[in-house]
């Protein structure tokens, strides 16, 4: 049994959790049971035709925690030691042939149709050259949890952890590198828009910066104690981060204001995904899914058709994305949520 913010991450407000309580740190966030999930078979069955949400048959019962898809068809999900993955935007969801680990994975960056990169307990870093068939474990040099990853290229990746840990690589993941956060604290998501160019979020509101690769890493103010889980930028200036409270904060100036913004919702928000300045989507406990079409002036709850918590969000485009969450649930729009 782990901890995180001290409490238990399995059920009780933790980032990680379960039932109606939690999320997770980097990602997505957790909870319930029943609706267009289903409660039969792994990771549910069917859809509400009252949701622009449909639910996907994931081949799992563990919780899947983050998701990354190069485009509508190819993606890879991850979670409590497995991995999923599909080629027909979530017909199929096959596990594969060689995990590499059996650590719980807490984040995935799918480069291209072939590489890939998952991360999580313990300094555990995957690799796979093959289209996610087999996973090979990488050498990281740290033993603290890793949390996220985001790569700017095929080549340069960044990845986030415990005590605040910056690893990066140069040569898609095959070698690894710690660099200075400047910060003990947690780092849940991270978001880079070019290979310079990327922004850490955390414990109590941390928020750290970087402009030259993470050479330095520099501290901004982000106005909350409130641990933040979530992180999506759009372009260098433009991005948004999410987290306990529940918190939604936006910057237009790469960071150097952040601004709170209204959820309309009580839940907590544990992943967000943004494909252009003013199209986003934010997932978190209950099966609360959020969506502004305004840079986030507005946010409108969608029907995810679940009360399970989700986790992990990606959309490749306006209209397609894909959550992921507890008990294997996988959730898939088409028409952006409905």
Not at 247 to 258: A, M, N, Q, S, Y
């Amino acid at each position: 049994m782990r901890y995180l913010f001290g409490f238990l991450y399995v059920c009780v407000l933790g980032v990680m959790g379960c039932g109606e309580a939690a999320g997770t740190a980097g990602s997505g966030g957790s909870a319930g049971t029943g609706g267009a999930a289903g409660n039969g078979g792994a990771g549910g069955a069917g859809g509400s035709d009252a949701s622009g949400w449909v639910a996907q048959n994931s081949g799992t019962e563990t919780d899947l925690i983050a998701v990354s898809f190069i485009n509508a068809n190819t993606g890879t999900a991850v979670g409590d030691g497995n991995i999923v993955r599909t080629t027909d935007g979530g017909a199929t969801w096959v596990e594969p042939q060689v995990l590499g680990t059996g650590e719980s994975l807490w984040g995935v960056s799918v480069i291209d149709a072939d590489a890939g990169i998952a991360v999580g307990d313990f300094g555990t870093v995957i690799r796979t050259t093959d289209g996610g068939v087999t996973w090979a474990k990488q050498t990281t040099g740290t033993e603290s949890d890793l949390w996220a990853v985001s790569f700017a290229d095929a080549n340069t990746g960044t990845v986030v952890g415990s005590d605040g840990t910056i690893l990066r690589t140069t040569d898609g993941g095959v070698n690894w590198n710690p660099q200075t956060s400047g910060t003990p604290n947690t780092l849940f998501g991270v978001s880079f828009t070019d290979a310079n160019t990327g922004t850490a979020v955390g414990r109590e509101g941390t928020i750290v910066r970087t402009t030259d690769g993470g050479a330095t890493w520099g501290p901004q103010t982000s106005g909350t104690t409130n641990a933040l889980i979530g992180v999506s930028f759009t372009d260098a200036n433009t991005g948004t981060a999410v987290g306990r409270g529940p918190t939604i904060l936006r910057t237009t100036d790469g960071g150097d204001t952040w601004m709170p913004q209204t959820s309309g919702t009580t839940n907590e928000l544990r992943s967000v995904s943004f494909t252009d300045a003013n199209t986003g989507t934010a997932v978190g406990d209950n099966g609360t899914i959020l969506r502004t079409t305004d840079g986030g002036a507005t946010w409108v709850t969608q029907n995810s058709g679940t009360t399970k918590g989700l986790q992990g969000v990606w959309f490749t485009d306006a209209n397609t994305g894909t959550a992921v969450g507890v008990e294997g649930t996988i959730l898939r729009t088409t028409d952006g949520g409905g």
